[in-house]
């Protein structure tokens, strides 16, 4: 598969601060990955690097081909930019808005007709084209900046936090259009640090922290970090008779807790401990109210590397 860009030992400072320290990553074409972190974890320093507005201090950046030092303006020309900050005009219309950024690359005039009714329709702001972005809510102004990003059809779409702040609507609306975006063959990179965005779009996922890439792979693949494991809690009715070192003996357990009536068994992921968990108690007399399990999600995975939340 082809390659849309690759990166070794990328390095940014700002003044004493390594903002990115040594990152090296590759991505092919028709992926979307995610760049998931907290906040200060170096996603934009990154992402700007990417879309040219910053020079890396070290390392090497080749996009569609194409040296960063080398060659920056080819480069401007196969990517499309969606930074964190809304860039757009609030003062002349939607419509007016994609067609100004969308003329910045040279595009015949007909070709440009289509490319920004196009991109006006992928983010489902068709019908309000003729309406200036000042009476725009938060999230048609992030969609109409999508659109101003991505009309010329670029190779490498480039997305830093294109969610934050805005409704669910919107939201949604943002992440079908990523996919689509894809299925018409753009290569992605989205910044954010919401979990459930990577988890619904992303092919790939890297986790930064500290200007570092923490873990990378597919969600699964970073599931497997963590162990894979799944927390079962069972609320018993009655548990004088339980044996927990009988519970703990099935292979597979990793850990049992008793409190009160609510016993809490972590495990591999797998379906026949459920049912020797089940089968034990029931030897021990035991029966129970209600019973929950929790998987291991990519917030687990993210704890257990960097012991932060993401959203601290
Ligand atoms: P993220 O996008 O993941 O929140 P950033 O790339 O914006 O992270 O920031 C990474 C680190 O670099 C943070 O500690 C931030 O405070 C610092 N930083 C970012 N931009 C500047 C700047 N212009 N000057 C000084 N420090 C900066
Ligand atoms: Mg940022």
């Known amino acids: 598969m082809k390659t849309i860009v690759s990166i070794r030992n990328l390095e940014k400072h700002y003044g004493p601060k390594r903002a990115v320290a040594g990152i090296s990553f590759t991505m092919t074409e028709g992926e979307i990955l995610g760049l998931l972190g907290p906040n200060g974890a170096g996603k934009s320093t990154t992402i700007n690097i990417l879309s040219t507005i910053l020079s890396p201090d070290k390392g090497e950046v080749e996009i569609v081909g194409h040296d960063l030092r080398k060659e920056p303006l080819a480069i401007k020309q196969n990517i499309g930019i969606v930074p964190q900050d809304l860039a757009i005009f609030e003062e002349i219309t939607a419509e007016q808005n994609v067609r100004f950024f969308a003329g910045l690359y040279k ?31 938060g999230g048609m102004k992030r969609r109409l900046n999508i659109a101003c990003a991505i009309a010329h059809r670029p190779k490498l779409i480039i997305m830093d936090e294109p969610t934050v702040g805005i409704d669910p609507q919107s939201r949604n609306h943002i992440l079908e259009s990523i996919k689509t975006l894809r299925e018409k063959g753009a290569t992605i990179i989205y910044s954010t640090h919401y979990m459930e965005e990577v988890e619904a779009i992303a092919d790939r996922i890297m986790i930064m922290n500290e200007g570092v890439i923490i873990a990378e792979g597919t969600k699964e693949e970073l599931i497997q970090i963590a162990g894979n494991e799944t927390i ?36 591999e992921k797998s379906k026949s401990i459920l049912h020797a968990i089940i089968a034990t108690l029931f030897d021990n007399g035991c029966t129970f109210e209600k019973m929950t399990s929790k998987e291991t999600s990519l917030e687990t995975v993210f704890l257990e590397l960097t012991g932060k939340r993401l959203r601290d």
């Open 107 to 137: 595009l015949k005039r007909d070709d440009l007709d289509e490319l920004v009714k196009e991109a006006l329709e992928l983010v489902g702001l068709e019908d309000r084209k003729k309406e200036k972005p000042k009476t725009f809510s």
């Open 232 to 267: 079962y809690r069972f609320e018993l009715n009655n548990s004088q008779n339980l044996d927990e070192q009988r519970i703990s003996q099935i292979p597979g357990i990793t850990n049992v807790h008793l409190a009160e009536n609510q016993l809490t068994v972590q495990s």
